[in-house]
């Protein structure tokens, strides 16, 4: 039976999308829910998985081709003749080359092998889901309102293990999130029902945990792997036996001879996968991908020890040790040196390269010279001192996290500031109506939140942000920011914004002109936060110098609607309520 694979609505405004990568190709073994292919549209990039398990029989749209929402990208063959499928490739026309295609082909031949010879008991075991252990059952829990079912990416406990109450038991993949699963109980793990990249309903039963010293159930099914591999074998000693069916044993010594050029690209047909970067196919889970960007772990370097290959939660940690281990190394002998001397740079891998522009960099590029040749842009700058905001934000931090679960940057204070200033200047907030030659002034704050993630500049939307406080800023600035370093923004997440703001300062820049986005008319940048000398009107003193706190705001606007005194208006304003710095209130203090 085939089993189409269809483009999906991913968003109200997105009509069509463009095929990036194929993660699998032709005749390869793809699992339900296992990622197939990556799609860009003009609002995300995201991965499309596989709707059913099987083998992959074509493709129907071939990497940076667009099509629109419901149409056909490949069709996967769910039925007995997967076998067949995997096989025929490397059948042309002579029934000899068909047999010796196993051999060459091992990894692949392995399952049917277990279709075809369901003798070995781990491998019955594990498809009946064993439950001969009796103890305390671990259990999918329900994992968010719209989440039914969820995909077991990593064990963290092998099968005789012992394990403690609460303690991490096996990592799981949703559509919303990933997460650890606490053991239930303290004893052993008795047995693992559903294995790694098997994917089941919530209330389903994943393992068992029974008291100390009781014997594991599941052991064999856990062996199962290890007993693959004579299963592999099998094939290679088919081809001498029908080469010389007389005698047969003899062969079996021989037989790595012959094979072992066979077997040689047999074993290391994993390998390829186990050792590819993630850039290059291998995939990668977003509770992965959240733990690189957060840890500055480069997922192209690291070489993944999981199933396939896949770069697993404890790669990434050790990488991450690995390279704090290799700074810290040099660095008690070139301590007192190093302050005196510039930071040590690494030549990029990029130096001398031509590579191919991503999609998504090419939407982003697209956007900003659209923007550029339809507007009149020009920037106004102001100088903001925020020496009393940073004093208010220094005695509330830790009590605001504490009481939130958020830290306090001083972004939210920025956002709050220029939401309530748009609310007095319309003429900031409004869009043009080119077409009609109309203009909307627009009665809600959505305010964009440029954020600089691996595939690019991405600006995921505050809605409403007029109507929060600090606390609500702060929340949903950290989970967009969030969502899209961690591959999981959505497309309606980054439209509907009225006003954008970008934090160049993030990065050290004192300001910069930025480029006013499509269907907005202003946007916000700032700059870094540095300490000065300036002149100040003290009450006692008069005029004198004192260091502050000092930044940078600059507003982008387009002039065919914006002018100069608007935007100079409008900042004066934001700067008026960042220097007043009054946002006890919202901070509880």
Not at 173 to 196: N, R
Not at 520 to 529: D, E, R
Request: charged share 20%; no cysteine; proline share 9%.
């Amino acid at each position: 039976m085939s089993v189409s694979v269809t483009l999906p609505a991913l968003g109200e405004s997105v009509t069509e999308g463009t095929v990036t990568r194929w993660l699998k190709a032709e005749g390869e073994r793809v699992e339900a829910d296992e990622p197939l292919l990556e799609v860009s549209t003009d609002k995300v990039d995201t991965e499309i998985p596989a709707p059913a398990s099987g083998v992959l029989a074509s493709i129907k749209v071939a990497e940076d081709e667009t099509v629109e929402v419901g149409a056909e990208l490949a069709v996967i063959d769910d039925g007995s003749g997967a076998p067949a499928a995997e096989a025929a490739p490397a059948a042309e026309a002579a029934p000899a080359p068909a047999q010796e295609a196993p051999a060459q082909e091992a990894p692949q031949a392995a399952p049917s092998t277990e279709a075809e010879a369901p003798a070995p008991a781990p491998t019955a075991e594990a498809a009946a889901g064993g439950g001969s252990a009796e103890g305390t059952d671990v259990v999918l829990p329900a994992l968010g309102e719209s989440v039914t079912e969820g995909t077991v990416t990593r064990w963290l406990k092998e099968v005789g293990e012992e394990v403690a109450e609460d303690e991490p038991l096996l990592e799981v993949s949703t559509d919303k999130v990933d997460t650890e699963i606490p053991a239930p109980a303290a004893g052993v793990l008795l047995e693992i029902v559903v294995g790694e990249d098997e994917t089941a309903e919530v209330g389903a039963k994943l393992a068992v945990i029974g008291a100390k010293g009781a014997a594991p159930a599941a052991a064999p099914a856990q062996e199962a792997p290890k007993q693959e591999a004579p299963a592999q074998e099998a094939p290679k000693q088919e081809a001498p036996q029908q080469e010389a069916p007389a005698p047969a044993p003899a062969p079996a010594q021989p037989a790595p001879a012959a094979p072992a050029p066979q077997a040689a690209p047999a074993t290391p047909a994993p390998a390829p996968a186990a050792a590819q970067p993630a850039e290059d196919g291998a995939y990668v889970t977003p509770l992965v991908r959240k733990l690189a960007a957060e840890n500055g772990v480069d997922l192209a370097s690291v070489k993944g020890t999981g199933v396939g290959g896949r770069i697993r939660k404890q790669d990434v940690v050790a990488a991450a040790e690995a390279a704090k281990a290799a700074a810290a190394a040099p660095a008690p002998a070139a301590a007192a040196p190093a302050a005196a001397k510039a930071p040590a740079l690494e030549t990029s891998p990029l130096r001398g390269q031509t590579v191919k522009m991503t999609r998504m960099r090419k939407v982003i590029g697209d956007n900003m010279m659209k923007a550029l040749h339809s507007q009149a842009q020009l920037t106004s700058v102001v100088e903001v001192d925020i020496t009393k905001l940073m004093k208010l934000r220094g005695r509330a931090k830790d009590a605001f996290a504490a009481r939130e679960g958020v830290k306090l940057s001083p972004m939210p204070f920025f956002v709050k500031a220029a939401a309530q200033a748009l609310k007095a200047h319309p003429v900031i907030n409004a869009r043009i109506n080119e077409d009609e030659g109309t203009i909307t002034y627009f009665d809600s704050e959505n305010i964009g939140i440029a954020v600089d993630s691996e595939k690019g500049l991405m600006t995921p939307v505050i809605k409403n942000a007029g109507d929060l406080n600090i606390a609500g800023i702060s929340k949903a600035t950290a989970e967009l920011a969030g969502k899209v370093r961690g591959n999981k923004i959505t497309p309606d997440e980054l439209s509907g914004a009225t006003f954008t703001i970008s934090n160049t300062g993030s990065r050290g820049a004192l300001f910069d002109t930025v480029i006013v986005p499509p269907n907005q008319v202003a946007i916000l940048g700032i700059g870094a936060t540095v300490k000065r000398p300036v002149v100040i009107n003290h009450p006692d003193l008069g005029e004198t110098i004192a260091v502050r706190d000092m930044t940078y705001l600059s507003l982008s606007y387009d002039h065919r609607l914006v002018d100069g005194a608007d935007a100079a208006r409008y900042l004066t304003a934001v700067k008026a309520i960042l220097e007043a710095g009054e946002f006890e209130v919202d901070l509880g203090l």
